[in-house]
């Protein structure tokens, strides 16, 4: 986890802006991926996946994942600590 997540505050930095993404594993198959947006917040997201390649299944995660209650993330994702959580 960076030290401070960035947001951009310009047009021109929007244009070149990648959110931040991480993950942790609740078991081999079993997947929760949090990222940060570009409005300023984050969310977090869990689903079944293979278990193959974790770092390969984050962007079905993302795409197809149950979002996560602001509790339970924020448990698992420490982290994003005084970063708001997208509604």
């Known amino acids: ?8 505050s ?15 594993a609740l078991s081999s198959k079993v997947l929760a ?3 940060s947006r570009i409005e300023g917040a984050w969310a977090a ?6 278990g193959y390649d974790h770092r390969q299944e984050i962007a079905e995660v993302l795409a ?4 996560l209650e602001e509790s ?3 448990a698992l ?3 994003f600590e ?3 959580y997208a509604p």
């Open 72 to 74: 339970i993330a924020r």
């Open 1 to 8: 986890m960076p030290t401070k997540l960035t947001f951009p």
């Open 10 to 24: 310009t047009p021109e930095e929007a244009a070149t802006w990648h959110p931040f993404v991480t993950f942790r």
């Open 33 to 35: 991926v949090a990222n």
């Open 45 to 50: 997201y869990v689903d079944a996946v293979p």
């Open 82 to 84: 005084g970063v708001r």
């Open 77 to 79: 994702f420490p982290g």
């Open 64 to 67: 197809r994942g149950a979002k």
